[in-house]
């Protein structure tokens, strides 16, 4: 599946589209990783724990939103965004979105190798 923040695809054109869809994960870490991280934020710089969670978090976000997107017959999703926010200051929400299209390849573009 073809996966843009672009709102198009350059060599192909929309041919249908099915509308938005998107992944949502709302995650948290443990305690010991919370007092961790704490930890780690009084000398400053990277908190390894949190960027690793916000990593894997995204990931899951895209991945939730290809299989809505699959469901609903697209191959392709255009303008893609994540956003997130906190919850209860122990929790954040991560959520993938875009707009679930079919793509099919565009005669008049000049396809790669050309």
């Known amino acids: ?3 843009a923040t672009a709102p198009f695809i350059a060599g192909y054109r929309v041919a249908e589209t099915k509308g938005q869809v998107f992944g949502l994960v709302v995650r ?15 000398a400053g710089g990277e908190i390894h724990e949190y960027t690793s969670l916000l990593e894997d978090t995204r990931r899951q976000a ?13 191959n392709a999703v255009i303008s893609m965004r994540f956003d997130s926010s906190e919850m209860a200051t122990t929790m954040t929400e991560i959520v993938a979105y875009g707009t679930a ?4 390849p565009d005669a008049s573009a000049k396809q790669p190798g050309e």
């Open 101 to 104: 299209v079919v793509l099919v």
């Open 28 to 42: 948290s870490r443990g305690v010991a990783g919370n007092m961790m991280a704490s930890l780690r934020s009084i």
């Open 62 to 74: 895209i991945d939730r939103m290809v299989q809505n997107a699959t469901m609903v017959g697209a």
């Open 1 to 3: 599946m073809i996966i």
